[in-house]
Every structure is written in C-alpha cells, then in structure tokens.
C-alpha cells in the first residue's frame, strides 16, 4: 500500500516539472502575442493568420493532447503492469502506425479543403479584396502541423505513462520560441510578411515532435511502426478518445456561444473578456494542468492494480494540493487585478475605462478558479478508470447551467455576468464530478477535504488585509514610469505570498510541504524516487 504523503510527492514533483515549464509557455504565448501585435496590429494580415491557424490549434486539442492521453495512458500503464513492457511497446507501435495513416489523411484533406473551409468560417473575409486569399493560402502552409503535434501529442502520453515530464511539458515552448523568432527577426523582411509565420508554426510542429524523440528511445521506444486499426487494444482507445474529442467539441461551442453573447452587449466587451480570461489562465494551466497530468499516472497504476484505496488517496491528495494553491492565487488576482491589467496592458488603445471594465470580467472569472482546478483534476480520476463518458456527461450540463446563467445575468451584470456564469457552470460541474466519482468508488474523505480546505482559507486573510491596505497606501496607477509600477506591484504581490507561506505553516497545513515539491523535485530520478515512498 502506498501512503497518501508519497502519492503526494510523486503527483507534486511531476506537477512542479509540468508547471515550471507550463509557466514558461505560457509566458512566451504571451511574448509571441506582443510580437504579431506589434507587427501586424489588427489588420487584415492579423485576422488572416489567427482565422488560418485557430483550424489545426483547435483540430490538434479535439484529436491530439487532451483526449489521447487521457485514453492512452490507462491502456499503456494497464498492458505494462499486467503483460509487460515489451506489450506496451507493441501497443504503442500499433497506436503511432494507424495515427500517423489517420494523421496524414486530414491534413491532406485540409490543405485540398482549405478554399471552403475558409469561406464557411470566415464569410466576410470574401468581402475584402485578397483577404480570402490569403487566409486560404496560409491554411494550406500551417495544416500539415495537425500531423507533426498530433504524433508529439503521443510522445507526451507515452513519456507521461513512464513517469517523464520535463521534455513533454517544455515541448510547447519550442513553437513559441519559433513563431517569436519569425515575427521579429524574418516577418519584416520578408515580401509576404506573414507568409514566415506561417511557416514557423510548421518548424515549431516539427520541434515539438522532435524533442520528445531521445527521451522516448532512452526509455525504450524503438522506430516501428504498425498500422492495426483492428487490434482490439487500438480500438479500444479509439472508443475511449471518442468521448473526450466530443468533451473538447463542448468546450469549443461553450466559447462560441459565450462569444456570440458577449457580442450582443456593449463594445469591447468580447476584447475584455479575452484578456481577463488570458489571466485566468495562468494559473489554470500551471497548477491545474501541471497536477493533472502528474495524478493520471499515478491513478491509472492504481487502478490497473485495482488497488482502489491508493486511488482515493492520491486523488484526495492532488485535490488538497489543488486548493491550497488555487485559493490563494483566487485571492490574489481578485485583490490585485486592477493594477495586474494596469501593468500588464494599459498602454495605447487599452485605455484606462478599458482596464477597469476588464477588472470588474476578471472578477467574475476568478471566483471560479478552484473549480476550474479541482475539475481538472477529477476527470482523470475517470480516465484511470477507463470512463471517459461521465465528464463529458458532466461537461454537457455545465454547459446547459452556463447558458442559462449566462442569460439570466447579462442584462443585469454585462459582460461580468458572462464571466461569473462560467464560474457557476464550473462550480457545478464539480459536485456532480465529485458526488458520481464518490457513489461509484465510496467515500473519497470529503469532511477531510473541507477542513484542509478551511485552514487555507485562514491562511489567506493575512495576505488579503495586506494586499487591500498596501493598494491604499500606494497606488500604482498613480506612478509614472512602467518599470517603476510593475516593481512596487511585484513588492506588494510577494509580501502576500510570504504572509501566505507564513500563516499556512503556523497554521500546520500539509499541503505547503509538498507544494515545496513543486520546486524541488524537479529531476526524473527524483520523481521515481518518490513513487517508492
């Protein structure tokens, strides 16, 4: 039996290596997003690249990262554990062989489709003289990057299942870098400006691919590739992909839909909701994503062992872990979020009405932040359990309660409401995730759950008094220069967190020691050393 503190650890060390370089991509996105703004502006070249690029992005999240691993790594870890590794290579051929036959047919279809796709999605772009034109042809460049991300998106799930997370988590990283590069270095000089950021994100594809290759041979994997689209392992995670591809599915109407009605109110209102959900963001993909992706694993072993007590406990784990560091960033931004957007954006266009419109949307946005972690952290609690229906079911009334919420508070709130309504539907989500996981594997501790819960709670009056005296004290929005603002706001950012650390620790809360692992367990061998505890 393996103890809750070493599932922890091993969860933590992994969360700690996927969210460092999460942060880094995250942070170079957002380098890349300065850099196409400040060379394409909003003009016809901008709207041309994103419509042109958002088709494969949003094809790689519905065939890619999310839904294969979550349904590849509980077979891969399950035919490890019970007939061998050799088994789990061979499954893994098979798997790569008949994506790479699937892969290849749908961005051959997409380049050939490409004129009618575009006209479907962005009919006005018809209107403009060249506009069509040229979106068609940066389509045509950029879809063969469904091919090379979706085979990256496997070497993740293949290194994940073994317990290796540092080369998979950075790989992101290498598009950023080369999108940042073509725009500042080439984009410039170039006849067709956006033509080599196009051409970027197919290197950046290929990097994300490439880099992940020495690591998988070092553990194993071998060049061999089996096309099998009738082996029953195959098809079976065929089955289980089908469900988190229509899970994503819902989360793109979810947007569109939030999309469409914040186009109904008043200017900018979509704009604002962008940037705050930008924020939000943030720490989603560093603490959520980062302890998800550690927990599968774990989970998935447990499970495939049907040793379903160290399931719970490694789930209850990573869901303490994933409040204690939610709450306090959900106190945070909602303390410092006008001086946050102030830093971060105001500056041209983005006025100052416009930074206190996008602070009242973060608002809303951010009383969601717990949930939107703890939800990422209980669908794989099924994934482990080869059940990949019930979040989508899930999901798909979340979506009903969003709508409706949505409805009900945009008269009333605006945009605001738009965002408080997301945080509604994700709220609810998580009951209905936490009650149906609990009536089918017993009691997770949740009376445990709330109590740790509470004592971080206390933990964050401490930085939540100081953040709103120290705003008193000196306004940011009131200094001059920028690098003067951002430092005083940093200063006043890192006192909470230390009164944060400070309280938690007299307060004896577990979960700051293994939070600690997220910056000190950083290596494989660590990580391995810690799945032994």
């Known amino acids: 039996m393996t103890t809750q503190a070493g599932q922890v650890r091993q969860i933590a060390s992994a969360a700690g290596v996927v969210g460092g370089a999460t942060l880094l991509s995250r942070v170079l996105g957002f380098v890349r997003d300065m850099a196409i703004a400040w060379l394409f502006g909003a003009g016809m070249m901008a709207d041309a690249f994103f419509v042109a690029f958002r088709i494969p992005s949003t094809l790689r999240e519905l065939l890619g990262e999310g839904a294969l691993s979550a349904a590849f790594v509980p077979t891969f870890t399950r035919t490890a ?16 062989g008949t994506l790479v036959v699937v892969l290849a047919v749908v961005a051959a279809a997409g380049v050939l489709l490409a004129p009618g796709i575009i006209r479907i999605l962005a009919p006005g772009f018809a209107e403009v003289p060249g506009k069509l034109t040229l979106t068609v042809q940066l389509l045509r460049v950029m879809f063969p990057y469904i091919f090379l991300v979706g085979l990256a998106a496997l070497f993740m799930a293949i290194l994940n299942s073994l317990g290796h997370f540092m080369t998979p988590a950075l790989s992101p990283s290498v598009l950023n870098v080369c999108m940042i590069v073509a725009a500042l270095f080439i984009a410039p000089h170039a006849s067709n400006p956006v033509l080599p950021l196009g051409i970027a994100v197919l290197v950046g594809g290929a990097g994300q691919l490439l880099i992940q290759v020495p690591s998988a041979m070092i553990r194993g994997w071998r060049p061999r590739l089996r096309v099998a689209p009738r082996d029953p392992r195959v098809q079976e995670i065929a089955r289980l992909m089908a469900p988190g591809v229509a ?18 109110l008043a200017q900018g209102s979509v704009a604002a909701l962008t940037y705050a959900f930008r924020l939000v963001q943030f720490p989603i993909g560093v603490f959520g994503v980062a302890i998800a992706t550690g927990a599968l694993p774990v989970m998935a072993a447990s499970a495939a062992r049907n040793a379903m007590d160290d399931m719970k406990r490694a789930l209850m784990g990573s869901l303490r872990l994933g409040f204690f560091l939610a709450l306090p960033a959900m106190v945070g931004l909602l303390i410092f979020r006008t001086p946050i957007l102030h830093v971060l954006f105001e500056r041209g266009a983005f006025t100052r009405p416009v930074t206190f419109l996008t602070a009242e949307i973060l608002a809303g946005y951010t009383l969601g932040i717990c949930f939107y972690i703890a939800n990422r952290i209980l669908a794989p609690a099924f994934y482990a359990m ?10 798909m009334m979340a979506v009903g309660v969003n709508i409706a919420a949505s409805i009900a508070l945009m008269g009333p709130l605006g945009a605001t409401g738009l965002a408080l309504a997301t945080a509604i539907a994700s709220a609810g989500n998580f009951l209905l995730l936490f ?62 967190v230390a009164l944060f650390g400070a309280t938690a620790a007299a307060l004896g809360c577990d979960e700051l020691r293994w939070s600690l692992d997220l910056l000190r367990r950083q290596r494989p061998g660590e990580i391995r050393s810690a799945a032994k505890s």
């Open 81 to 96: 554990t019970r007939e061998g590794r050799a088994a789990a290579w061979d499954l893994a051929s098979a798997v790569m």
């Open 247 to 264: 899970g994503l599915a819902i989360t793109q109407i979810n947007v569109f839909v939030g999309t469409l009605l914040a186009s109904l």
């Open 386 to 395: 080869h059940d990949t229906w019930t979040p989508v079911a899930t999901g």
């Open 435 to 496: 009650s149906r996981l609990r009536r089918r594997i017993g009691p997770l501790g949740g009376k445990r759950l709330l109590r740790a819960v509470a004592k971080v709670g206390l933990a964050c009056l401490p930085m939540a008094a100081w953040g709103i005296v120290s705003q008193g004290w000196w306004d940011v929005l009131a200094v001059p220069r920028t690098v003067h603002k951002a430092a005083l706001l940093c200063g006043e950012m890192g006192v909470a």
